[in-house]
Nanobody, 118 residues
Framework: QVQLVESGGGLVQAGGSLRLSCAAS????????MAWFRQTPGKQREVVAT???????GYADSVKGRFIISRETAKNTVYLQMNNLTPEDTAVYYC????????????WGQGTQVTVSS
């Protein structure tokens, strides 16, 4: 069992920045990828950014050039640096971990609220 603990959400004005963190409760040796998703009421959860075990990154078109996903392997932590935030970025952000352990495994964080005021 792996638990993911997120932090760093909050209220920020448009144009501001926030950094989200997600720490896994133990070391995972066969990570496929880590990702950040977000969800607003009435909408499906959508992927924001991904990072593979090899360090390759991917971003949703809506956040390209503004958000940066990174990881600190020694701390079992993934980050999401969010810059130039807009009210459209307001959502609950979820961390996701996908790894191999007798099959493909998946875990989610509890979510952290990000609110961007205009």
């Amino acid at each position: 069992q792996v638990q993911l603990v997120e932090s760093g959400g909050g209220l920020v004005q448009a144009g501001g920045s926030l950094r989200l963190s997600c720490a896994a409760s133990r070391t995972i040796f066969s990570i496929n990828y880590m990702a950040w998703f977000r969800q607003t009421p009435g909408k499906q959860r959508e992927v924001v950014a991904t990072i593979t075990s090899g360090g390759s990154t991917g971003y949703a078109d809506s956040v390209k050039g503004r958000f940066i996903i990174s990881r600190e392997t020694a701390k079992n932590t993934v980050y999401l640096q969010m810059n130039n935030l807009t009210p459209e970025d307001t959502a609950v952000y979820y961390c996701n971990l996908n790894w191999q352990d007798r099959g493909r495994q998946n875990a989610w964080g509890q979510g952290t609220q990000v609110t961007v005021s205009s």
